[in-house]
């Protein structure tokens, strides 16, 4: 589910309780999503939508937690992606924790191309450990707008470590969104017709996966008592059936996803926004 659990599309995408906490609702935006697999509750992701005078910034934190008879996992994945007006995308960092080990992927911009780096650490010391925690603990919160913590508790997380570091480049114009920023595009190109096919960003994965998209026009949504009006989207590949996304996206708020629905290798899932 990992590049879906994004959104980690859009990772992202998407583990709040709606009635999003705001410094300024036009600024910054807290939501908090529940996620399913097979129908089964196996984690929450928390959303926080930053905007800036000179861009935007999405922080993703998702947990998922879920066993079986022979297997069990525990994974927290933090990914934060920065962005500049006509830029876009200028930075991105992600650090996951699965038991003792630990993945940290980050994303600079240079003039013409990316440059896209991975390091596996097997086994984390409990400073770090700690580290994690606190950092977890400021994106996950319910606090107000702190962007400038987040960032930089993020990107020193792990800089002390030596060892292999696996990196790629690759052109600005290779792709048109990333999937957490998905919401952010389709508002952008409002009153446009949007492209068949988008080349998406999986900042976590770092790879570029090349989707058809569908635009089903407007829908009203519930969400416990809350009536939403959402832009139904579908995207397809040629490894998945469509997954299905249902965005907010009117022109006086922070856009983000209200619910996705899917199927990936570990069968189908779901991401929704919690009721307040």
Not at 4 to 11: A, G, K, N, Q
Not at 95 to 103: G, M, R, S
Request: without cysteine; glycine residues 6%.
């Amino acid at each position: 589910m990992t590049k879906y659990i994004f959104f980690t599309f859009y990772v992202t995408m998407v583990t709040l309780f709606f009635n999003p906490v705001t410094a300024d609702e036009s600024d910054f935006v807290v939501l908090n999503y529940e996620i399913l697999s097979e129908g089964k509750d196996v984690g929450d992701m928390t959303l926080k939508l930053f905007q800036q005078k000179s861009g935007h910034v999405i922080v993703s934190h998702t947990h998922i937690k879920a066993s079986g008879w022979w297997w069990s996992i525990n994974i927290t994945t933090i990914l934060s992606e920065q962005f500049q007006h006509k830029a876009g995308l200028i930075k991105a960092d992600g650090k996951t924790l699965d038991e003792n080990t630990a993945y940290w992927t980050k994303i600079n911009a240079y003039d013409d191309e990316y440059r896209a780096d991975f390091m596996e650490i097997n086994k984390t010391t409990t400073q770090e450990n700690e580290q994690f925690s606190g950092l977890s603990f400021a994106v996950a919160g319910r606090v107000s707008s702190n962007t400038e913590e987040i960032l930089s508790l993020s990107e020193a997380l792990f800089t002390d470590r030596k060892g292999q570091i696996h990196g790629v480049t690759f052109p600005k114009n290779s792709f048109d969104t990333t999937f957490n920023d998905l919401a952010f595009f389709i508002q952008k190109n409002a009153g446009k017709p949007l492209p068949k096919k988008l080349n998406i960003l999986d900042t976590e994965n770092l790879e570029i996966i090349q989707m058809s998209i569908s635009d089903l026009g407007l829908e009203t949504m519930l969400i416990g008592v809350e009536k939403i009006q959402v832009r139904h989207l579908t995207l397809s590949d040629e490894k998945f059936p469509s997954s299905h996304i249902w965005i907010k996206e009117d022109l006086s708020s922070l856009p983000y996803f209200v619910r996705h629905t899917g199927e990936d290798e570990d069968g189908k899932f779901e991401i929704i926004l919690k009721p307040n």
